[in-house]
């Protein structure tokens, strides 16, 4: 007994250690909110769209940052990202602080509703931005409930953040970079949209099908289909991931519709799988479609 308690003092203690992006437990998530001294709590983003969400029930300390507060039309495209002094005031009206943990989290785990993609898009843009410690709370609400954990209904707002100083804008990539990209042997471009739509059997957009070359991977094949919310582990989804050809020794680009699906295809490869190389088009297919000058395709891909 005392042995096990050893190590997980020890596990307790260097779960925190240095700044990480990942995943976090619902237990470890109310070990940090719990932490005595204010000045290491962790700053808890509510990123649901749905504000009457947040208002029946939240995790404590949580701030709510609509994810799509996050992005607005331009040139006519809609839900572009918003440009870099827009955004960074909206996430320092957040509370975001370079020098403190980010847990994020929402709720809906079941298809067809896909709430945790706000949650991985805000840590994308967190990341983007240079924010170094960013925790998906794993199984979201639903998990945290089911888990006993304490919700309220107690409105919280953060203090103003502090932004860093450099940004890591190279996890992304434009349209002209992409079109230079894919054609490298070594690079999957991969379509994390559902399959129908990867096929142009659907009628949300402008063009049908996908980017030449792309293959297709749906974000929810990494996620319990229980709790759409719930990450499988890797040793779960390795064996699927190597059959659709995405491998840590390429280089792997990612898009989707709006680009909220590709950053959760993106996130588990970075930071759960822990790829090396694994970019998003931020710009997705809502873009590519409007840009008739380049073309589409209908047809299956399979990774080179």
């Not at 070990?31 to 649901?48: F, H, M, N, Q």
């Not at 929402?106 to 410690?133: C, F, Q, R």
């Not at 349209?175 to 399959?195: F, G, T, Y």
């Not at 289909?225 to 040793?235: I, R, V």
Request: some cysteine.
């Amino acid at each position: 007994m005392m042995r096990f308690l050893a190590v997980m003092i020890v596990l307790i203690g260097t779960s925190t250690v240095g700044a990480q992006i990942g995943i976090i437990s619902p237990a470890e998530a109310h070990r940090l909110i719990d932490l005595s001294d204010g000045s290491k709590k962790p700053i808890v983003l509510d990123t649901r769209g749905g504000y009457k969400d947040y208002f029946r029930s939240h995790l404590p300390r949580a701030h709510h940052l609509n994810f799509d507060t996050l992005r607005g039309t331009d040139n006519g495209i809609p839900v572009q990202y918003l440009p870099d002094d827009i955004t960074k005031a909206l996430l320092m009206r957040a509370g975001v602080d370079r020098r403190r943990t980010h847990l994020i989290y929402a709720t809906g785990d079941k298809l067809p509703n896909d709430e945790i993609l706000s949650a991985s898009m805000v840590a994308y843009v967190l990341e983007k931005y240079g924010v170094k410690d960013i925790r998906i709370v794993d199984g979201g609400l639903l998990k945290w409930q089911q888990e006993r954990f304490p919700v309220t209904q107690e409105y919280f707002g953060n203090p103003q953040g502090t932004m860093p100083t450099e940004d890591t804008k190279g996890i992304g990539i434009s349209i002209d970079e992409l079109l230079e990209r894919k054609s490298d042997p070594n690079v999957v471009l991969v379509d994390a949209r559902p399959h129908n739509e990867y096929i142009g059997e659907d009628d949300v957009w402008l063009r049908k099908g996908h980017i030449p070359g792309a293959i297709s991977f749906h974000w929810a094949r990494l996620m319990a289909k229980e709790n759409t919310h719930e990450f499988l582990p890797l040793e779960r989804v390795k064996t699927v991931l190597e059959d659709a050809g995405l491998t840590s020794d390429r280089e792997i680009i990612v898009y989707c519709g709006t680009s909220r699906e590709g950053s959760l295809l993106r996130f588990y490869l970075k930071h759960v799988a822990k790829f090396s190389n694994v970019r998003l088009y931020e710009g997705s297919w809502k873009e590519y479609a409007s840009l008739k000058q380049h073309p589409a395709e209908t047809t299956e891909n399979r990774a080179k």
